[in-house]
């Protein structure tokens, strides 16, 4: 069949390796794509939000499934343009309906989803404009330090933890009535925090059956010791060594089935990837957010794990039938750690020259932030060039993924050198 993934970064890259290797798949194509989808698939330049564009294309190729990679898509309803256009409705798309989209588009929304599910996650409050005072008030019941989350969609930097009381009430105001986030943050939800150790996990669903992923962690900050900002990730482990078959039943009971039990009783379309991003509190799990697609850059760490046809996953999803496939895992660990543009997540250069990849032989390279300029492959976008390694043990593993990147150089490249620090 042909298949149309969509996005840019390096989980698409992931999805292209992976799809690419199904005897299922007979062309691939990536929309927009970067420098290393580019060597396995065609390359498209198409925004992931053009969805005039994006039917042209897939009536013109015959496209049969399209992958959406990123949330934005999701969230502004690609799915359901899908279904209701006479012409497009027999296409699979992996991805949740609009509705389904909204457990990342609205914190608030997932927060009702998750009271309503008795699914254990923080207390919370939401607030606008026109209840900041409400907001600092709320703030007052809470012991520090203080987590503030932009309601919408922010890249996945709309979230700020502070320690102190009188800086959570200014940030805010900044949120609320500066609109520091844009749109993302009109409503902004306080919730108390929860102290543990955080982790991922990935769940694969067709609205009625799922298949559960391998888990993951990731590093957010920018610096060791995870201090500094917040990026859209600098590496991730997968698996997770302290999710043993124990804590993984409980999230299987407490919170896989009440998720995909709760859309279906709430008829609510969800065929695709639920990524429920976890905090272990003492020995339970509890919900920190869901994202309705798959992370980046754990998905460079989990898929490659993933030895099961993904083609083959994906018809299951589509006809409703993932019952009936038993998913194969590789159990060696495979970590990934991210390389970035000098200034990153503030602001960077692109359109710097990137050499050593072809060095690279016993680890997988994924483009992030690339594109071809040329026979060259240049820097652009923040986060860079991924390098996942596999061993039996992660810090193995990890070393083997360091070494690799040695080989790799471009102007100001940053990666962080402690990933795995804290497990």
Not at 307 to 314: A, E, G, H, I, N
Request: aromatic content about 8%; hydrophobic content about 40%.
């Amino acid at each position: 069949m042909n298949i149309l993934i969509l996005g840019s970064g390096g989980r698409e890259h992931t999805f292209a390796y992976k799809i690419a290797q199904s005897s299922l798949c007979e062309k691939l194509f990536v929309a927009p794509g970067n420098a290393g989808t580019a060597s396995i698939a065609n390359n498209v330049a198409i925004s992931v939000t053009d969805f005039g564009a994006i039917k042209d294309f897939v009536l013109k190729e015959k496209i049969e499934m399209v992958v959406v990679g990123p949330e934005d898509p999701l969230v502004q309803g690609i799915t359901d343009f899908f279904s209701e256009d006479n012409d497009l409705k027999n296409v699979s798309v992996i991805g949740p309906s609009k509705e389904g989209a909204r457990l990342e588009g609205s914190k608030e929304y997932a927060k009702e989803f998750l009271f309503r599910h008795n699914i254990p996650t923080a207390a919370y409050q939401s607030f606008t404009a026109t209840t900041v005072n409400d907001g600092k008030q709320f703030l007052e019941t809470l012991n520090p330090p203080y987590v503030l989350k932009a309601d919408g969609l922010a890249a996945g930097k709309g979230v700020l933890i502070l320690q102190d009381i009188e800086e959570a009430k200014k940030e805010l105001e900044n949120m609320l009535t500066n609109k520091k986030f844009g749109a993302a943050s009109e409503k902004v939800v306080i919730e108390e925090f929860l102290d543990g150790i955080e982790l991922s996990v990935f769940v694969l669903t067709d609205g009625k059956n799922y298949v559960t992923l391998p888990t993951a962690k990731d590093y957010k900050r920018i610096g060791e010791g995870d201090t500094g900002l917040n990026t859209g990730g600098m590496g991730a482990i997968s698996p997770v060594p302290f999710a043993d078959d124990d804590f993984m039943n409980k999230i299987e009971t407490s919170i896989i089935q009440p998720t995909v039990e709760g859309l279906a009783k709430e008829e609510i379309d969800y065929k695709g990837f639920i990524f429920i991003g976890l905090i272990k509190v003492g020995d339970d799990p509890k919900v920190i957010e869901y994202n309705v697609r798959m992370g980046d850059p754990e998905t460079e760490a989990v898929l490659p794990r993933v030895k099961t046809d993904l083609v083959s996953l994906f018809n299951h999803v589509s006809n409703q039938t993932l019952d009936q496939i038993d998913i194969e895992i590789d159990s060696r660990s495979a970590t990934t750690v991210m390389t970035v543009s000098g200034g990153y997540p503030e602001s960077y250069e692109k359109g710097k020259e990137i050499t050593g990849i072809d060095g690279i032989d016993d680890a997988i390279v994924f483009h992030a932030g690339t594109k071809l300029e040329g026979d060259k492959v240049v820097t652009n976008g923040g986060r860079v060039i991924a390098v996942t390694s596999f061993h039996d043990d992660f810090r193995e593993a990890l070393k083997l993924s360091y070494q690799n990147i040695e080989k790799l150089h471009f102007d100001k490249m940053y990666y962080r050198k402690d990933l795995g620090f804290d497990l």
